[in-house]
């Protein structure tokens, strides 16, 4: 069986979108915590629309905000449209009594396979990119895309893509020796084989890239930012929202507790779904699947969770502090497993 993940880079057009997005709601909770941020944004070229709702206390200078993150990312003289408005009060009368923001489903997912608890080939296509990037390398840019095909048959790396903007002072057979070493690196710190198939920049060149070639929206890049295709996607988008949003606080503890249970040995893979009614605290229905790995059963493991975990919206953002999260630190290369959150 050969399974496909891909990842995508900082200077990706959606991922820069997903960048403006979190970095409106770390600004709103950093300085009100009762702040609700539902924010989408939309770039082409050197325009960027920011469109959606927010609540907040908070003043804030929407034009600097979107400066400080594409800025490091080579672009200037950007225009901003500022398409904002307030939340809805009828969703806010839900979620102030401590409902959920939103009616939906969201799936965690963990696998024993990596020390991540994430899927191989996503960890490797993610692993690669932020090699890539941590180079600094003057004449490669910040948009690329890595993609891992991997036989779990015969655990071995198929095929190897990489396709990374580059400067047009840069010779094709450099570049592909530079990334040729990053992937080499990343094989290896996973002790893979080595003799996979290698493909980089398959076009021969990529010179113009982000906004300038591709459109860019929040929220496209959802499984990329979650387990690389391993597991089921409720549809919503993380990046733009406030943790009262299940789309996102509920998808991070499904998460949460889809690890507790590989890690502490209940099975070897475990995907957990939560579903939730707008406005009501408690969620409509929990369902686990072990693929087979486990001695339990999914009604046994639903009543653990159920007696474990506080899986209202304010149960969740207590027990993981999601009012004290540097959002913007999650956007980029999956938002799990990052050190530096809860």
Do not use: W
Not at 72 to 87: E, I
Not at 172 to 188: C, F, G, P, Y
Not at 260 to 265: A, F, L, N, P, W
Not at 335 to 340: G, L, N, Y
Request: neutral net charge; aromatic residues 8%.
């Amino acid at each position: 069986m050969i399974t496909t993940s891909e990842q995508v880079s900082v200077g990706h057009p959606d991922k820069i979108c997903d960048q403006i997005s979190d970095a409106i709601v770390t600004e709103c909770l950093k300085f009100d915590k009762s702040s609700r941020v539902a924010v989408e944004t939309l770039i082409k070229d050197n325009q960027v629309v920011v469109a959606g709702e927010i609540s907040t206390r908070h003043y804030f200078n929407l034009e600097n905000i979107v400066r400080q993150v594409v800025e490091p990312l080579g672009m200037k003289n950007v225009r901003v449209t500022n398409l904002l408005g307030l939340q809805s009060s009828d969703i806010s009368q839900g979620v102030d009594i401590g409902g959920a923001g939103d009616q939906g489903m969201m799936f965690g997912y963990a696998t024993d396979e990596t020390p991540k608890y994430l899927p191989l080939p996503y960890v490797l296509a993610t692993r690669v990119l932020e090699k890539l990037m941590s180079l600094g390398h003057p004449l490669l840019g910040k948009d690329a895309k890595a993609q891992v095909s991997y036989d779990y048959d015969n655990k071995r790396i198929v095929t190897f893509l990489v396709s990374i903007q580059h400067s047009d002072k840069i010779t094709i057979e450099n570049l592909r020796a530079i990334v040729k070493e990053s992937m080499m690196k990343v094989a290896k710190q996973y002790r893979q084989n080595l003799d996979f198939n290698i493909l980089v920049n398959p076009t021969g060149r990529f010179v113009l890239g982000g906004s300038y070639t591709d459109a860019g929206v929040t929220g496209r890049k959802i499984i990329a930012d979650t387990y690389g295709g391993f597991a089921h996607h409720g549809g919503g988008a993380f990046s733009g929202k406030d943790p009262s949003k299940v789309d996102r606080s509920g998808a991070y503890m499904a998460r949460k507790i889809a690890k507790d249970i590989v890690r502490e040995g209940y099975a070897k893979r475990c995907e957990v779904q939560l579903a939730y009614a707008i406005g009501v605290a408690e969620p409509v229905s929990i369902h686990v699947e072990t693929f087979g790995t486990s001695n339990y059963t999914s009604k046994q493991l639903v009543g653990m969770i159920r007696e474990r975990y506080d899986l209202t919206p304010k149960g969740i953002i207590k027990e993981l502090d999601f009012l004290n999260v540097d959002y913007t630190q999650s956007t980029c290369f999956g938002h799990f497993t990052k050190p530096t959150l809860p």
